[in-house]
Every structure is written in C-alpha cells, then in structure tokens.
C-alpha cells in the first residue's frame, strides 16, 4: 500500500527564514510526486510535478527535490504570503488503469511572520 | 475564469435532504474526480470518471453518487444527507497525457448537515 508520511506537521518562521519540509514516501514504482498549496477554506493549488530521483523544480521562493524515498520544499527567505498548507500526493504505476490514484500526506501547515 | 469552477461554494443543508454538487471544467480534460476533506483525515476520492460513460467508485462511495453529463459537467449528489457528510467537498480534473496525472481542484464546496 503507497504511504506518505509529511514532517513536521506544523512549522512556523520568521519572514525571511529559509526552511525546508519533508515528504516521506514508499511506494511500488513511482509515476510521479506532487506538491500542492492549500490556503484555508480554498482548493488545492497545484505547484511541482517531479517525475524521477534528483529532479528539482523551482517557483518563486520554492524549490522541490526528490529521492527514492523522499521529497523536499525548499522555501528561501518566505513572506508572509507563503502561509499555507503544503500537500505532497504521490501516484504510483498501476496496471491495470489504476494509475491515476494519488495518496496524500495529511500536509505541514506554514505560518510565516512578518 | 477559474479553470474547474464549484456550484454552490456553501451550503447548509437538513439531515434526509437531497443535496447536489456541480463541478465544471474549461482545461479540456477527460478525467474527473470528487473529492472530500475532512480534519486529520486528508482528502479522500468519492468517485472518478475517465469519460462521459465511464464512472468508478472511490475509496468512500457510499451514501454518494454521481452523474457526468458531459466532457465539462460531473455532478455529486447525495441521496440523503447526514450529519457525517459535513466536509469540505473538491472536484478535480486530468487529463492524463503527460508524465503522470497531473489533477487541477476546484475551489471547493463547504457543506454543513444539520
């Protein structure tokens, strides 16, 4: 069963404290690892698409990067702005036309200070 | 516009109601899917659909279902409500031709059963 695990579950940061979260994850065969952002009350916004280990993107002020078993965002001197829920899914290589199912970690919620 | 756009974004609803939600999409993608949030249990999938005459069961189908009436349109109905129904439904869209599935949420449908 694909399993993954985010840490911390909470993190709170000065405006311009560089910090990273984690993603754990096991799983058999990856198709593909993703972060979401979450503000509260609103719909998972879509941020990093990493396909394979030592794949990194970047956005802005954050930056994904992946192994075999896990997956960090980077985030570089935040704002307050950057405060939000970060999701990571990960999506497995099924047979059988299942490959379209994400798991989700239960997310690491932000809070960056000014 | 919104790419994935969610009618209504509230509701508050009385236990043994019909309540429908309505999820429509302008990215052109064929894969739909429904959705729940609840607090420490993470995002869930009700149900998904591939096309228009193709509808599957998710992890938590029961007491929901749903219709796709066209490319654009997958509605989630619940027969009768109930107070456990309370959560924060999202629909979501892919269209599967990339690397992996990338899936794109709406902005989300708060429902309180009373």
């Known amino acids: 069963e694909d399993q993954v695990t985010q840490s911390p579950e909470a993190l709170r940061l000065q405006e311009g404290e560089s910090s990273s979260l984690n993603c754990s994850y096991t799983v058999s065969g990856l198709r593909g690892l993703f972060w979401y952002r979450q503000d509260p009350g609103k719909g998972p916004e879509f941020l990093f698409t990493?396909?394979?280990a030592g794949e990194e993107k970047e956005k802005e002020r954050l930056k994904a990067t992946l192994t075999k078993k896990e997956s960090f965002l980077h985030i570089t001197a935040p704002k307050p702005e950057d405060s939000a829920t970060y999701l990571c899914?990960?999506?497995?290589?099924?047979?059988?036309?299942?490959?379209?199912?994400?798991?989700f970690g239960k997310g690491t919620l932000l809070t960056v200070n000014p | 516009d919104a790419d994935v756009t969610q009618t209504p974004r509230n509701r508050i609803t009385k236990t043994g109601k019909r309540i429908m939600l309505e999820c429509s999409q302008t990215?052109?993608?064929?894969?739909m899917y429904w959705y729940r949030q609840d607090p420490g249990l993470g995002l869930r999938l009700i149900y998904y659909s591939f096309d228009v005459k193709d509808i599957n069961k998710g992890e938590i189908s029961d007491g929901y279902s749903v219709s796709r009436q066209a490319q654009a349109k997958f509605s989630l109905s619940l027969e009768s409500a109930i107070p456990n129904q309370t959560a924060l439904y999202f629909c979501?869209?892919?269209?599967?031709?990339?690397?992996?599935?990338?899936?794109?949420f709406g902005p989300g449908t708060r429902l309180t059963v009373l």
């Open positions: 899914a990960v999506q497995a290589r099924y047979s059988g036309g299942s490959n379209y199912k994400l798991t």
């Open positions: 990215k052109g993608h064929d894969r």
């Open positions: 990493l396909y394979s």
């Open positions: 979501a869209t892919s269209d599967a031709s990339g690397g992996a599935d990338t899936q794109y």
